[in-house]
Nanobody, 127 residues
Framework: QAQLKESGGGWVQAGGSLRLSCAAS????????MGWFRQASGKEREFVAA????????FYADSVKGRFTISRDNGKNTLYLQMNSLKPEDTAVYFC????????????????????WGQGTTVTVSS
C-alpha cells in the first residue's frame, strides 16, 4: 500500500520560513516523480512544485517561484519543501504526491497525473 506522510506544518508569521517533509515507503518513492500541492480554505487544490525522480528537473508555480525550494533524498525516501518569505496567501493544507514509475527527467503539474497522495499538513501564515 502506498504511503505518504507529510510533516512540518505549523504557524508562522509573514516573512518567516518552514520546511515541510514527506516521508514515503520505499515502494512508493522509488522511481517516482514527486510534487507538492496545496489547498486553501474554500478553494480548489493547486500545484506548488514538482521534481523528477533523479532531481535533475524542478518546476514551480509562479506564486512561489524564488521563495520555495523542492528537493528530495532518495536514500531516505523523503521529499522536502523549503518555504521562505512566507505570505498570508500561502496559508493552506499542503499535500505531497507521487507519480509511480517515472524514471525519466519528467515533472508533472496536473493533479490527474499523480497516483498517490498524502493526508496533508496545515500551514498558517499570519500577517
Amino acid at each position: 500500500q502506498a504511503q505518504l506522510k507529510e510533516s512540518g506544518g505549523g504557524w508562522v508569521q509573514a516573512g518567516g520560513s518552514l520546511r515541510l517533509s514527506c516521508a514515503a515507503s520505499e515502494r512508493t518513492f522509488n522511481r517516482a516523480a514527486m510534487g507538492w500541492f496545496r489547498q486553501a480554505s474554500g478553494k480548489e487544490r493547486e500545484f506548488v512544485a514538482a521534481i523528477s525522480w533523479m532531481a535533475d528537473i524542478t518546476f514551480y508555480a509562479d506564486s512561489v517561484k524564488g521563495r520555495f525550494t523542492i528537493s528530495r533524498d532518495n536514500g531516505k525516501n523523503t521529499l522536502y519543501l523549503q518555504m521562505n518569505s512566507l505570505k498570508p496567501e500561502d496559508t493552506a493544507v499542503y499535500f505531497c504526491a507521487a507519480v509511480r514509475s517515472s524514471t525519466g527527467s519528467y515533472y508533472y503539474i496536473d493533479e490527474s497525473s499523480y497516483d498517490y497522495w498524502g493526508q496533508g499538513t496545515t500551514v498558517t501564515v499570519s500577517s
